[in-house]
């Protein structure tokens, strides 16, 4: 079954509004998530970690202020869009690790964001 | 700084055939992860194979197996009896291992096509 849930799979929004993105670790905890950004057919590109209990850890050239992130919960951390242009839409992606070790990463659906 | 790179865009292979995806890294450390992830046109993200950077011995999963050379620092892929199942963008990824770090390093991916 699935070890991470991300939500909502897809929204559109217009140009000078906020999305909200929620990434929720199922049936564990989790102190460190990560979220990437993929562009229309290229790879994945980390933003910016996330880490329960203290500030997000962003990526050079991802803006903290437009990027908001909180990692309220051991199971839940959310990427806020802030002031959305339609050069954020892309595809955006959560990643979590269960267990000790980092041995192997999950992955949340992904939301496609797209701003109008 | 760490980089992944796949000179592949795109490949094709004909069903029940092999195909090879290739992946050259570059890393100054000398003990991480190394990994193929498989997205399909669903977007999520899945595990095909790891490999542990201070094992010797080629990782396989049933169809899929790796090529290793940490010398070189080459991490190929190999798919035996390719299904249509199989189609799919195929991402290579590094990893440090140890500490906190748990963000993944992609390539820009390779394009699997599967011909019937």
């Known amino acids: 079954g699935a070890v991470v849930s991300q939500h909502p799979s897809w929204v559109i929004c217009k140009s000078g509004t906020s999305v909200k993105i929620e990434c929720r670790s199922l049936d564990f905890q989790a102190t460190t998530m990560f979220w990437y950004r993929q562009f229309p057919k290229q790879s994945l590109m980390l933003m910016a970690t996330?880490?329960?209990?203290?500030?997000?850890?962003?990526e050079q050239g991802v803006e903290k202020d437009k990027f908001l992130i909180n990692h309220a919960s051991l199971t839940l951390s959310t990427l806020t869009v802030t002031s959305a242009h339609p050069e954020d839409s892309s595809f955006y992606i959560c990643?979590?690790?269960?267990?000790?070790?980092?041995?192997?990463?999950?992955f949340g659906q992904g939301t496609r964001l797209t701003v109008v | 700084a760490q980089t992944v790179t796949q000179s592949q865009p795109e490949m094709s292979v004909q069903e029940a055939e092999t195909v090879t995806l290739s992946c050259t890294y570059d890393t100054s450390e000398s003990d991480y992860y190394l990994f193929w992830y498989k997205q399909p046109p669903s977007r999520q993200m899945i595990l095909v194979i790891r490999?542990?950077?201070?094992?010797?011995q080629n990782a396989t999963e049933n169809r899929f197996s790796v090529n290793f050379q940490k010398a070189a620092k080459s991490f190929s892929l190999k798919i035996s009896d390719s299904q249509l199942g199989d189609a799919a963008m195929y991402f290579c990824?590094?990893?440090?291992?140890?500490?906190?770090?748990?963000?993944?390093?992609f390539g820009k991916g390779t394009k699997l096509s599967v011909k019937p």
């Open positions: 990824a590094y990893r440090l291992r140890g500490g906190s770090q748990g963000n993944l390093i």
């Open positions: 990643s979590v690790y269960r267990g000790a070790g980092y041995t192997e990463a999950f």
């Open positions: 490999q542990e950077a201070y094992k010797q």
């Open positions: 996330s880490n329960e209990g203290s500030k997000a850890t962003y």
